[in-house]
């Protein structure tokens, strides 16, 4: 049975009606990984109990009983968010043979929702990446060609499903850690508003802008697995309730009457001509579908990068302080606490994590902070600000998701710098809060190419509405890797 092309919504009709079983749909993605995994190393391990939990999903649904929107879905995880008893890294030496105690609430409302966790997906290390490459394990490779990199720093979760292992997984964003890796398997990627899914459970990065988001097929996959894991959670404070939760059986194939508006500053030089034609011909497919496209100005977005990178490395030097070998993780012992703590510290954190916290702590420091974060702070106002004028004229935006298609393995690794810039479209939806997606709209050389579709506050609805309109008039995420 291939089940490598199934969207959740297939899968799941399959499963109601009872031409499947959970267990089999299980161990067909269990043996798929077990045949395809080796090149690509998604997943860093598969739950030992996944067939056990499909088969209890069976007995429920033959004796009728209620089962939720999930019921027998396998879903991967990022090794960032806390699944209960698994070993959970964060993609890092130091927190090596760790046992998450608990779920994340986001994997707990998988659960409820009936869904098979299957296994923790590859990640840069603490999330820190872009490319997959930081992660203390062996890097994961691009589906498509697995001399490329697949993006990070979802990468794990994104070439997972990309690779036909999972009908989806769950990633996390700080600065476009779902959507770029979406953008460079061909997959679907949502980051959600700020506050509409809970961080409880999931590794602090940059707490002002961390967000759990789903990675699938299709915009109405994703819609599924948003609906499943939203809402206010009494456990993260920065949780929103939500006078709108998710309905995807309401998402409009349909964007006349809507303007969308396409940022004139994101279409700058170091935009690769091909990606820059291929996301052109998306927007023009939507005007065709009915749409006013109208361009508009982002004057602050030049400096979104910068701010990003000041105010990211500031709020992760702060959050990885937690981790010292004492209490849990990894432990190199020292003749005293000041030895013990640059020991394990130094080997256990890899080079990015450090180069992230000394930039953090240096401009922290006193005499630096009203120089680098304060400043960078008022950046961030002003990027909200360009944000909340551009939606005074326009429903949605639409643009870029990456510069470039993905790239050689090892090429960027050693340029922090040229690395960094593949977040250059991503950073300013989560300097915003603004909820963002990317939708496969094409390919470049055989690599795929996404469009990033932006919008207001808690209006994920105006991205699924725009994507499920184009992804009815269009097959690119039909496409899958040979």
Sequence with gaps: MDVST??????????????????????????TIEQGDTDVKAFLNVSETALEEARAIDVRRAAGES????????????DVILVQDWETTGGSRILEGYNAPYDATAVERLRAAGAILLGRTNCDEFAMGSSNENSHYPPTTNPWDKTKVPGGS???????????????????????????????????????TY????RYGLMALSSSMDQIGPLAHTVEDVALLLQAIEGRDPKDGTSAELSNTTIPALIEKDVSGMTLG????????????????????????????????????????????????????????????????????YHSGGENLQETYERTRGEGFGKEVKRRIMLGSYTLSAGYYDAYYRKALKVRTLIKRDFDEAFKNVDAIVCPTSPTVA????????????MYLADIYTVTANLATIPGMSVPCGFVDGLPVGLQILAKPFDEYALFRIGATYQDRTNWHKQSPT
């Design 6 to 31: 199934w969207t959740i919504k297939e899968a799941g009709e399959k499963l109601a009606s009872g031409a499947l079983s959970a267990e089999a749909l299980t161990r067909s993605c269990l043996d």
């Design 67 to 78: 089962l939720g929107s999930l019921a027998g879905i396998p879903v991967g995880t990022k």
């Design 407 to 418: 790239w050689n393995i090892g090429e960027k690794f050693d340029d922090p710098l040229s």
């Design 262 to 329: 396409v940022p004139k500053e994101y279409f700058a030089s170091g935009m690769d001509s091909q990606v820059a034609a291929v996301v052109n011909e998306a927007i023009a497919e939507l005007e065709r579908a009915g749409a006013k496209i109208q361009e508009i100005s982002m004057p602050h977005s030049e400096y979104a990068l910068a701010a990003y990178y000041i105010i990211q490395p500031a709020e992760a030097s702060s959050n990885l302080g937690r981790f010292d070998g004492l209490r849990y993780g």
């Design 195 to 198: 506050g509409r899914v809970s």
């Design 154 to 192: 979802s990468g794990g979760s994104a070439a997972a499903v990309a690779a036909g292992f999972v009908p989806a997984a769950l990633g996390s964003e700080t600065g476009g850690s779902v959507r770029q890796p979406a953008s460079l398997c061909g997959i679907v990627g949502l980051k959600p």
